[in-house]
């Protein structure tokens, strides 16, 4: 399979392109991503003055706004690092991981409409079960028409920040490194995957996200080849996290900006629908909207 929109963002990063670069890269990003975030954390702790034990607590159960929006807007500390690895390791400017900004700042809104649409419509069909959903107990409808632009601000960050890394740097490296697209589409897909393993939230069914996860990762390092841009996986991205952050959420699990929560917990959900299958569907629903309107 040959993805030609794909090379202006691959031809950056030939020059340079060693296997070992790119595991240094992922590994100082991953390192200071981690030590920036501490930073971060600790830093909020002391001006609330929280002891290290109640702020543990709160990032253990984050159901608070306050506490979502600081996770999601931490998300910016994923994706400077890798900026700085683009530029000191592969000599390359740290634009290069998108396509020219006119094109991109076209392609976000574009795709983003089209998964909205998708979305609403899907959401109408019957069975509705509207009725199944809970109001959030820590916030009004006026209250979350107020944070709504924050929501979806910190929403943006978290998915740009994961595409940036995912599928603009680790894909594209892989991508000058390796012709054969199973590689470079695969690797970062399946580590994309992994790391949603999380026993503590989803119990026994957590290897159904990890399952997910891939499939969305694929999907979405399909959508960058195709599209050349890194917007149309952000746009994917962006739409499928705002509905279960922003809308309805589990109320374990970042659910401080959501208008309602689900009436299970995450790990409630993965034991009555082990397979997960809907969740599947509405991505490869997702998906196939995304290459219709490309008409790629």
Same mark, same amino acid.
């Given at each position: 399979? @040959?993805?030609?929109?794909?090379?202006? /963002?691959?031809?950056?990063?030939?020059?340079? =392109?060693?296997?070992?670069?790119?595991?240094?890269?992922?590994?100082?990003?991953?390192?200071?991503?981690?030590? !920036?975030?501490?930073?971060?954390? !600790?830093?909020?702790?002391?001006?609330?003055?929280?002891?290290?034990? #109640?702020? %543990?607590?709160? /990032?253990?159960?984050?159901?608070?706004?306050? +506490?979502?929006?600081?996770?999601?807007?931490?998300?910016?500390?994923?994706?400077?690092?890798?900026?700085?690895?683009?530029?000191?390791?592969?000599?390359?400017?740290?634009?290069? /991981?998108?396509?020219?900004?006119?094109?991109?700042?076209?392609?976000?809104?574009? $795709?983003?409409?089209?998964?909205?649409?998708?979305?609403?419509?899907?959401?109408?069909?019957?069975? +509705?079960?509207?009725?199944?959903?809970?109001?959030?107990?820590?916030?009004?409808?006026?209250?979350?028409?107020?944070?709504?632009?924050?929501?979806?601000?910190?929403? *943006?960050?978290?998915? %740009?920040?994961? #595409?940036?890394?995912?599928?603009?740097?680790?894909? !594209?490296?892989?991508?000058?490194?390796?012709?054969?697209?199973?590689? +470079?589409?695969?690797?970062?897909?399946?580590?994309?995957?992994?790391?949603?393993?999380?026993?503590?939230? +989803?119990?026994?069914?957590?290897?159904?996200? $990890?399952?997910?996860?891939t499939l969305f990762g694929?999907? =979405?390092?399909?959508?960058?080849?195709? %599209?050349?841009?890194? !917007?149309? =996986?952000?746009?994917?991205?962006? $739409?499928?996290n705002l509905y279960p952050? $922003?809308?309805?959420?589990?109320?374990?699990?970042?659910?401080?900006? =959501?208008?309602?929560?689900?009436?299970?917990?995450?790990? #409630?959900?993965?034991?009555?629908?082990?397979? /997960?299958?809907?969740d599947f569907l509405f991505?490869?629903?997702?998906?196939?909207?995304?290459?219709?309107? *490309?008409? @790629?």
């Amino acid at each position: 399979m @040959r993805y030609p929109y794909y090379e202006p /963002l691959i031809a950056p990063a030939r020059k340079h =392109a060693q296997i070992w670069r790119l595991a240094l890269g992922l590994m100082l990003g991953t390192v200071l991503y981690y030590l !920036s975030i501490l930073y971060v954390f !600790s830093s909020i702790a002391r001006a609330l003055q929280m002891s290290m034990d #109640e702020l %543990s607590f709160a /990032l253990g159960s984050i159901t608070t706004p306050f +506490w979502t929006g600081v996770t999601l807007f931490t998300f910016i500390c994923m994706a400077v690092p890798i900026f700085l690895m683009v530029e000191v390791l592969h000599k390359r400017r740290w634009h290069t /991981l998108f396509a020219p900004w006119h094109v991109e700042k076209r392609m976000f809104p574009y $795709v983003s409409a089209a998964l909205l649409i998708l979305v609403i419509a899907l959401e109408l069909l019957p069975p +509705w079960n509207l009725g199944l959903l809970k109001p959030n107990p820590l916030l009004s409808a006026g209250s979350w028409l107020m944070i709504l632009p924050i929501a979806i601000i910190g929403v *943006l960050i978290q998915t %740009s920040a994961e #595409e940036i890394v995912f599928r603009g740097y680790f894909q !594209s490296q892989l991508a000058a490194r390796f012709n054969n697209p199973i590689i +470079w589409m695969l690797v970062p897909s399946v580590i994309f995957g992994c790391l949603h393993y999380d026993p503590n939230t +989803w119990g026994d069914g957590a290897i159904w996200p $990890v399952l997910w996860a891939t499939l969305f990762g694929l999907c =979405a390092a399909d959508l960058v080849a195709r %599209s050349g841009t890194l !917007s149309a =996986a952000i746009a994917f991205h962006f $739409v499928n996290n705002l509905y279960p952050l $922003v809308f309805a959420a589990f109320p374990d699990n970042l659910s401080g900006f =959501a208008l309602f929560h689900l009436p299970w917990t995450s790990e #409630e959900m993965l034991e009555q629908n082990p397979m /997960l299958l809907t969740d599947f569907l509405f991505v490869l629903c997702n998906w196939l909207m995304v290459r219709l309107i *490309l008409k @790629r």
